[in-house]
Nanobody, 116 residues
Framework: QVQLVESGGGLVEAGGSLTISCVVT????????VNWYRQVPGNERELVAT??????TSYSTAVLGRFTISGYYASTVYLQMNGLKPEDTSVYYCNSKDKFRGLNYWGLGTQVTVSS
């Protein structure tokens, strides 16, 4: 089992910045990447950014150039969000997948609200 706990969400004005965190604990040897997803009610959960065991990062087109994922996949992963837009308002979830059993692990999420 892997546990993921997000923190750092809040209210920020458009154009502002916010950094959210995900603490990873448990059987870290079963995972090799950590992802940030986001979801608004009524929509599917959207992949935002990924960081792998080797430190390789990737981003959705919606956040490329504005968001930065960093940290260590087996400890704490951060998502620095700059140039925030009202459409970035969402619950942000930390996720990882058990590479042996295919199980998905999710945190409870942290709310990010961007006011216009």
């Amino acid at each position: 089992q892997v546990q993921l706990v997000e923190s750092g969400g809040g209210l920020v004005e458009a154009g502002g910045s916010l950094t959210i965190s995900c603490v990873v604990t448990g059987n870290i040897y079963s995972i090799d990447a950590v992802n940030w997803y986001r979801q608004v009610p009524g929509n599917e959960r959207e992949l935002v950014a990924t960081i792998t065991q080797s430190g390789t990062t990737s981003y959705s087109t919606a956040v490329l150039g504005r968001f930065t994922i960093s940290g260590y996949y087996a400890s704490t992963v951060y998502l620095q969000m700059n140039g925030l837009k009202p459409e970035d308002t969402s619950v942000y979830y930390c996720n990882s997948k058990d590479k042996f059993r295919g199980l998905n692990y999710w945190g409870l999420g942290t709310q990010v609200t961007v006011s216009s």
